[in-house]
């Protein structure tokens, strides 16, 4: 059960953010999407060659350097599993997030296709990556960490449940992702194609991951504290695209976002090649969501401008309802 909403501060936002911006039209790229376009030429971040496909992967990378400041705390109304957000004086306001998972054994995809359109209709949107995926994918992270519609999230370094996962594996798969991100935004930094833009980047670009999400929607008390520890809100979700499953349509997508939109919501999808038609259904959410006045915004601009509705617990849709995930597991380790 959702307990009552909570008074957020507004801690999180992305500096450079445009709360205000128009929620009818598709806005003009913003004057800090230039050192994206410099960084990166408009072909680069566009282009096909990092495939939809999952590849399979015989080894885990090693841990990276932590080049992070400390964690900052949390507010109290962060500190538990946020479901949605209502947005104050009503505001019609949606934030779609997409994981970018990676398990131990494969390598993941990067829904190019997705991002395109996301970047073309100026669609703001949170991705919740892996380390693992991130050290993969490592010019996609630092192109999502430049471009001013997206900002990124901690999802554990090998999609690890961490209701099951505990102790210190639990937290490394919490750790080793935060420092992959430090990592990568320092090598952001010091690179030649950056170099015209590094002050700005740096005010521009979180030093830190600031948002995280439960793979399989699992968590306990554990490690929903060890999440909070690291300065991190657990992000969850209240519409389920149901993507992953080769079954849905983008016509399916589409209808159950649309008939389960409401303000404040947060939308759960994929964009490592286990989404399937969600690229395709995009072009009936946006312009639909648009005409009704909707404004797509980050899951950090949503807290801002909102109050959090939050649980105890993580699930997909009730509680209760991922534990099939958790038996798997503890199957498959008895093996």
Known sequence: MASSPAVVEPPLSRAGSDPAASAQTPAKPAAASVPQQACWSQERPRDGSNPKKIKRAASDPLPSEDLQPPPTPLTTALSRSIRYVKPRNGEKLVALTFDLCEQADAVSGYDAALV??????????????????????????MQLMVDPLFELGNHTWTHANLRVVNGAKMIEQIDKTQREYGMLRERLLQSARASAFAAQLAANVPPRLRLFRFPYGACNGA??????????AAIQWNIVTGDPAKGQSARGIARVVLDQIRPGSIVIAHANGRGWHTAEALPSIVPALRARGYQFVTVSELLARGEPVTAES??????????????????SLKR
Request: aromatic share 12%.
């Open 116 to 141: 395109n359109y996301l970047r073309d209709q100026q669609v703001k949107a949170t991705f919740f990556a892996g380390g693992k995926w991130m050290r993969s994918h490592p010019d996609r992270t």
């Open 223 to 232: 490690s929903l504290a060890a999440v909070n520890q690291q300065g991190l």
């Open 314 to 331: 993580c699930y997909e849709s009730k509680p209760g309802d991922n534990l099939r995930y958790d038996r798997r597991l503890r199957a």
